[in-house]
Each structure stands twice: as structure tokens, then as C-alpha cells.
Nanobody, 123 residues
Framework: VQLQASGGGLVQAGGSLRLSCATS????????MGWFRQAPGKEREFVAT????????YYVDSVKGRFTISRDNAKNTAYLQMNSLKPEDTAVYYC?????????????????WGQGTLVTVSS
């Protein structure tokens, strides 16, 4: 199983980025997907999650209204559209897949993780 996160980079505050998480080796359409982030010196933080069929999404309060999680089951890929970026969004962003999650905000619920992609927001 592989999860490949991409799309990170350097952007000015107020800008946008779209992260992608391409997966292989798993039945993507049966997994909930999540995005987490880890800033330097901080613990990994839940950002957003989407159910296996895309009908249910959930966000951490700090990104609500700015970030949108989505998925394309035909392409085995999940996305995180990030708008109105702030310097405090700077972190390494990780995607993850969960088969039978109970609480998708908890990293322990996830079975597979991508390698992370760095997002840097300058002020």
C-alpha cells in the first residue's frame, strides 16, 4: 500500500494550494481519508476527514471555511484545497487512510500514511 502526498510548496499569506494524495494497493473506495499536519516542535494535528463515499466531511475549527477535503474514487485520490492560507498553516501535511474508523480525528484510527508534503506560508 502506498499513499503519495504532493502539492505542497511556498505560498504567501492569503494564497491557495491544492494537496493531492494518490493511493495504490488498497481498495480506495472503502477507506475514509484524512489529512493531518505537523508544525515544527508541535504534535501531529488533525485537519480534515472524508468518508469512504464522500458524503461526510469534518474539519478542525481552525480551517473551517478555508479548506475543503474531497476525493475521486475513480482516481484513487484524495485532495485538500487550501484557501486563504495563514502563516500558522505552515506544516508538513500528511494524508492517511482508515478502513474502520470510529473517530477519524484520531491518528490512531488510520491504517496507512503518506510521507508528507511541506506547506510553507509566508507573511
Amino acid at each position: 500500500v502506498q499513499l503519495q502526498a504532493s502539492g505542497g510548496g511556498l505560498v504567501q499569506a492569503g494564497g491557495s494550494l491544492r494537496l493531492s494524495c494518490a493511493t495504490s494497493g488498497l481498495t480506495f473506495s472503502t477507506y475514509a481519508m484524512g489529512w493531518f499536519r505537523q508544525a515544527p516542535g508541535k504534535e501531529r494535528e488533525f485537519v480534515a476527514t472524508i468518508s469512504w463515499n464522500g458524503r461526510n466531511t469534518y474539519y478542525v475549527d481552525s480551517v473551517k471555511g478555508r479548506f475543503t477535503i474531497s476525493r475521486d474514487n475513480a482516481k484513487n485520490t484524495a485532495y485538500l484545497q487550501m484557501n486563504s492560507l495563514k502563516p500558522e498553516d505552515t506544516a508538513v501535511y500528511y494524508c492517511a487512510a482508515a478502513k474502520y474508523p470510529i473517530d477519524t480525528r484520531r491518528p490512531e484510527e488510520y491504517d496507512y500514511w503518506g510521507q508528507g508534503t511541506l506547506v510553507t506560508v509566508s507573511s
